[in-house]
């Protein structure tokens, strides 16, 4: 179940819904720099193993006391109408648990130790895009998303028991690749206020559906410095079959969004 790992995974990337937009110029190169970011989603989801479902449902603040280190960032270059972009995402998170002692019935006899299960997870998109300006208000885009995570299970024994198992599991280590479709439509209300609507559509790739779409308010400080805001949903869809069973996964995360951008 690999596969269904990294769809879960791929729930805690973050990503903006694109640069502020710079006016087509023949001559210079216009640049931006989404960084910090962040998106709060929340995750609902099913998975169908051979048509047993089982609900998923993940409050943000579950996702949050797990995570313990992230990195997310998007760079935008525009020469004339062509645009290119490449945004990172990088999340480390650490869960732990800790199950019951068992003893041995009738008798004050630790069979088995209680076990602190300690999950470390690493998961991350690196999307590589080339855009064209096709209208002032109008940028179409496409290019490749590569989504990867590394999920490890280590098990440790915290007593003496008649069976003791430590060990570390590797239980996910995949890396996924979808060809990507977007275009995203600005409007500018003033000098100061503007409107960012955007989406992507995997036509390719691992995963049978890979859908973003953001709405974003953008607000500008300075000519350097802008501020935006706005809401994002993604949904991923996976059908698989291993050792003869089928699995499909179904997630839906959607949440608020808040960033800075560095427009030189």
């Known amino acids: 179940m690999k596969r269904f790992a990294l ?4 729930a805690v990337c973050l990503s903006a819904p694109g640069a502020v937009p710079a006016q087509a110029n023949d001559d210079n190169w216009d640049f931006s720099l989404l960084f910090p970011m962040i998106w709060a989603p929340d995750i ?3 998975i169908d193993v051979d048509d047993n479902v089982i609900d998923v449902n993940i409050p943000f603040s579950d996702i949050a006391d797990s995570l313990t280190m992230g990195f997310l960032g998007e760079f935008y270059a525009q020469k004339g ?3 290119y972009a490449v945004k990172i995402n990088y999340l480390e998170s650490e869960s732990e648990s800790v199950t019951d002692e068992l ?3 009738g008798f004050d006899i630790p069979l088995a130790p209680s076990y602190s299960i300690i999950t470390d997870q690493v998961t991350g998109t690196t999307d590589l895009m080339v855009g064209y300006q096709a209208h002032d208000s109008v940028r179409l885009y496409t290019g490749v998303r590569t989504l990867f995570t590394e999920i490890d ?4 024994p915290l007593g003496p028991g008649l069976i003791e198992i430590e060990k570390k599991i590797n ?3 995949e890396t996924l690749h979808d060809w990507l479709v977007g275009a995203d439509f600005t409007h500018q209300f003033n000098p100061r206020w503007g409107l960012i609507l955007s989406g992507d559509v995997a036509i390719a790739g691992d995963n049978d559906q890979d859908f973003v779409t953001n709405v974003a308010l953008t607000y500008r400080i300075s000519k350097l410095n802008n501020l935006w805001m706005g809401y994002r949903y993604m949904r991923i869809k996976d059908k698989m079959t291993e050792d003869g069973v089928d699995i499909k996964t179904d997630f839906v995360q959607q949440g608020p969004m808040l ?3 560095f427009t030189f």
């Open 171 to 173: 239980l996910a280590d």
């Open 153 to 156: 299970l280590g098990i440790t």
């Open 44 to 46: 609902n989801g099913k």
């Open 7 to 10: 769809t879960l995974a791929v």
């Open 103 to 105: 003893t041995l019935p």
């Open 81 to 83: 109408r062509w645009i």
């Open 259 to 261: 960033g800075w951008a």
